[in-house]
T-cell receptor, first 115, second 114 residues
Framework: NAGVMQNPRHLVRRRGQEARLRCSPM?????VYWYRQLPEEGLKFMVY????????ESGMPKERFSAEFPKEGPSILRIQQVVRGDSAAYFC?????????????FGPGTRLTVL | ELKVEQNPLFLSMQEEKNYTIYCNYS?????LYWYRQDPGKSLESLFV?????AVKQEGRLMASLDTKARLSTLHITAAVHDLSATYFC??????????????FGKGITLSVRP
């Protein structure tokens, strides 16, 4: 059973470009979460999605950031017009429909560098 | 707003000695998670603690949860080099029984020296 998959693993963008980060959850998992990790910091929640629905986007910046989890295909985190402050590791996690444990399994992350 | 604090932030450990690290959180919760992260890597799930008094053990690590004190401890027995990593605790404050976001502490970096 493959784990959570993310690609690309490393992404370099120049200021003003767009970054697209992809996440495929573990088989059988219907919940996807995106977190951002700045150097020497813990993970900060960004958005929680189920198929075709955004459940909680309270951690998402209001501008330039968007996320989706379509009926078919991976979840996408899109950052438009990137700035240097967007440089970070972006982790996706998935969980099954288990309301008791809510255990989240993390992907390898995408390390975004904005030049 | 939920706050999760871990201390100390860095701990240099001597091999074969015992240590305890702490995770405090600011609002009532009965779901707490410990993760391990190696440099440049993802997070590996270590423990899921789901009720007051929960205790879980895996190898040299033992985690416990006191929901009344809003405190979790991670006890390390006879530290070995392989345990060098950053350890995060995360809290799920929801009471709805639904899946929800986790709030993470800043992490504690453990370094085991001979």
């Amino acid at each position: 059973n493959a784990g959570v998959m993310q690609n690309p693993r490393h992404l370099v963008r120049r200021r003003g470009q767009e970054a697209r980060l992809r996440c495929s959850p573990m088989k059988g998992h219907s919940h996807v979460y995106w977190y951002r990790q700045l150097p020497e910091e813990g993970l900060k929640f960004m958005v929680y999605l189920q198929k075709e629905n955004i459940i909680d986007e309270s951690g998402m910046p209001k501008e330039r950031f968007s996320a989706e989890f379509p009926k078919e295909g991976p979840s996408i985190l899109r950052i438009q017009q990137v700035v240097r402050g967007d440089s970070a590791a972006y982790f996706c996690a998935s969980s099954p429909q288990d309301r008791v444990r809510n255990e989240q399994f993390f992907g390898p992350g995408t390390r975004l560098t904005v030049l | 707003e939920l706050k999760v604090e871990q201390n100390p932030l860095f701990l240099s450990m001597q091999e074969e000695k015992n240590y305890t690290i702490y995770c405090n959180y600011s609002t009532t919760s009965d779901r707490l998670y410990w993760y391990r992260q190696d440099p440049g890597k993802s997070l590996e799930s270590l423990f899921v603690l789901l009720s007051n008094g929960a205790v879980k053990q895996e190898g040299r690590l033992m985690a416990s949860l006191d929901t009344k004190a809003r405190l979790s401890t991670l006890h390390i027995t006879a530290a070995v080099h392989d345990l060098s990593a950053t350890y995060f605790c995360a809290v799920d404050p929801s009471y709805t029984g639904a899946n929800s976001k986790l709030t993470f502490g800043k992490g504690i970096t453990l370094s085991v020296r001979p």
